[in-house]
């Protein structure tokens, strides 16, 4: 569990990489927040694929405020994001310690 000074002004965003095209609109849509409180952005498809990646993907949804999902068909798809992405999401965010904003950016089931 992240204790509240472990937690920055992080925003956690989650997509399939088939949808980067509205992740870079979101990016924009940010902008003025990074101006004004110094956000830093942590998106799932950008993090280095490594050995210790789980672990990474773990600490920054855990040390983040807030995720954002952007929800599309092929998202649901992608059995990592929600055996493992999603899961941990849901369950920070049933703590209370983080608030998770789920975009419907394509239709799906």
């Known amino acids: ?8 002004n992080k925003i956690f965003i989650s997509y399939s990489p088939q949808d980067a095209e509205w992740a870079e609109r979101l990016r924009v849509h940010l902008k003025p927040l ?3 409180l110094g956000i830093m952005l942590w998106e799932a ?3 280095a694929y490594s050995r210790d990646w789980p672990k990474t993907m773990a600490e920054s949804i855990r040390t983040s405020k807030v995720a ?3 929800i599309s068909a092929d998202d649901l798809a992608t059995t ?3 055996e493992q992405d ?3 999401i849901l369950a920070v965010a049933e ?3 983080l608030k998770v904003f789920p975009i419907i950016i394509r239709p799906s089931l």
């Open 1 to 8: 569990m992240a204790s509240p000074e472990t937690i920055s």
């Open 80 to 82: 990592h994001l929600m």
């Open 86 to 88: 999603m899961t941990l």
């Open 34 to 36: 990074d101006r004004s």
């Open 68 to 70: 954002i999902m952007l």
């Open 95 to 97: 703590r209370q310690e």
């Open 45 to 47: 498809p950008k993090i």
